[in-house]
């Protein structure tokens, strides 16, 4: 049987995610009232890390663990792959020894030389190019707060980075109109943009961008690995934050994401951090419940099982 990936939104047929969307928030609900339910007993994530994170490690460790399985943290300092072993090496042996693998890591093309020679799932935890599993948390914290988002427009605020091309998938998958702003010099990737064709607006106008939106979602002006870059990027996005005017242009009932760690002050006020509009909160422990989903139905786990209390 072929192995499933998630490398980007694009490898899960839209349906199929709505699915993994609907499970997430049940398993949400069974954890907050004390389910227990176990259906990877024994069953193994290797998690490596060439990107340090801190909402990753713990959101996928405390999911393994919930679930009665385990995580292997691996970083640089602790893999074959840190001292220059092929990746096509790594996926080879790692992949005979535990039954999913989680990798977060700089070039896209990383993970997917790696999941080409891995012979179980392979999550794209994080690169360059894409942050798919961010997407399954934001588009379950939209759905219960909003319902669906088909239909909609999101404006995405800021960098043309790994987070707007994620955002361009999703709304390739859960068919909204996305409206993105971003300082000339940081559109995002060309070929991924035309592939969404009239879902996506790119401009250089961060009200224009904002105006009808029910959700407006931004990141930081600088990622791991462009802090020199930080103080030209604080003037060049300088009328990209996201504050209290730019929020009013939206809809009224329109919420605020990021994916956090926010710097506030610079891509968001903390009054916006920190109003009714945020769902930042959520929108992290949103990871958790995701990411189980996605567990689930990366390894094929039955979901019918009825869980036990505590």
Not at 268 to 295: C, F, G, Y
Request: net charge negative.
């Amino acid at each position: 049987m072929m192995v499933k990936h998630f490398l980007t939104l694009l490898d899960i047929e839209g349906h199929v995610l709505d699915q993994i969307i609907d499970r997430a928030i049940e398993l949400k609900q069974m954890q907050h009232r004390g389910a227990v339910y176990e259906p990877l007993k024994n069953k193994v994530l290797g998690m490596i890390f060439d990107k340090s994170s801190t909402r990753t490690r713990v959101s996928f460790e405390t999911g393994m663990a919930q679930f009665g399985g385990h995580a292997i943290f691996l970083s640089p300092r602790d893999t074959q792959l840190g001292r220059g072993e092929p990746v096509e090496d790594s996926a080879r042996v790692l992949s005979r020894m535990v039954d999913i693998i989680m990798l977060r890591t700089y070039a896209h093309d990383t993970v997917q030389r790696f999941a080409e020679f891995s012979q179980v799932p392979v999550i794209n935890a994080l690169t360059d190019l894409y942050h798919p599993c961010q997407l399954l948390a934001d588009m379950q914290t939209f759905r219960e707060h909003r319902g669906a988002i088909r239909g909609k427009t999101v404006a995405w605020i800021g960098d043309g980075n790994n987070m707007c091309h994620s955002y361009i998938n999703a709304a390739r998958q859960f068919d909204f109109q996305l409206q993105i702003a971003t300082p000339a010099g940081y559109e995002p990737d060309p070929e991924i943009v035309a592939a969404a064709g009239d879902r996506i607006t790119i401009s250089n106008d961060p009200e224009a961008a904002a105006r009808g939106a029910a959700l407006i979602t931004t990141d930081v002006w600088a990622s791991m690995g462009q802090e020199e870059e930080q103080e030209l990027r604080k003037q060049q996005f300088e009328a990209f934050q996201v504050n209290s005017q730019l929020m009013s242009l939206a809809n009224k009932d329109a919420i605020f994401m990021h994916c956090l760690p926010a710097h506030r002050g610079e891509e968001v006020t903390a009054e916006i951090m920190d109003s009714p509009h945020s769902v930042v909160w959520e929108e992290a422990e949103n990871r958790l419940h995701s990411q189980k989903a996605l567990l689930e139905h990366l390894l094929a786990v039955p979901t019918e099982l009825e869980p036990q209390r505590r």
